[in-house]
């Protein structure tokens, strides 16, 4: 099914060859994990969902002080070709439940797919999709690839990446972006630099995200790097 939609994708022309290539080592890691949400997975949803729902002036400042001054929060979902593909009615309900803007972010950009996407986001359902007009650059990102708006992904704290390069997230954090990825592959350069790294597939994980932020979720004392690990011994567990 997931393999059908990339197909229809490629034959519509908003998803590039390459991201057939992303789907097929997706579904490599994904057989890996028996195509389940693992606990880990799932306490980095919860997470996710945490980080997404604070205000700007509660994060990050020295001392942890809040700052009565700062603006709320502005989380950015950005949505490249696979993901327009295998969920875009779901990145719609979660930006709604999140109050968070939808981006259009491609890495091999083209005018023609990025209309393609956001109308498709559209359909779904979005009232507004951000990366389609002017453009600023991200810092250390070369041309096309490092593209994004002025009223994005550029003024957002929090931005959830999937199936997103490694040097895109290293540009973004250095940015001063939180970034919380979503990568079936633990090893990858992106899920070994995000904030957050949720290893699951995105059919499941926005759905389960979905839900927390309705159902409400807690997680205590999260650590990226422990649970990354215990993604890892995930894989491991199966393979013996
Ligand atoms: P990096 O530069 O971060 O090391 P990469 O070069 O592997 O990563 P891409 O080729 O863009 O980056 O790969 C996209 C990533 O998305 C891959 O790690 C792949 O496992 C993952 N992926 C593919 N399909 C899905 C999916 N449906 N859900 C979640 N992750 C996926």
Known sequence: ????????????????????????????????IEEKTTEPALRAEQAAVELLLQDSHMRGLPGGQPDPQAEPAVRVLSVNGNVAALCAEDIVKLADSLKAKIEVNLFYWTKEREEKIAEILKKA???EVYGTGEKVQVPGLDSARGRVDPEGIAKADVVLVMLEDGDRTEALKNWGKKVIAIDLNPFSRTAQMADITIVDNVVRAIPNMIKFVEEGCSVKDFDNKKNLQESISEIKKSLS
């Not at 197909?7 to 022309?13: A, H, I, N, P, Y």
């Open 125 to 127: 359902g979005a009232k």
């Open 1 to 32: 099914m997931q393999r059908h939609r990339i197909e229809q994708g490629v034959k519509d022309g908003y998803v590039t060859l390459t991201g057939m290539i992303a789907q097929g080592r997706g579904e490599a890691f994904d057989y890996l």
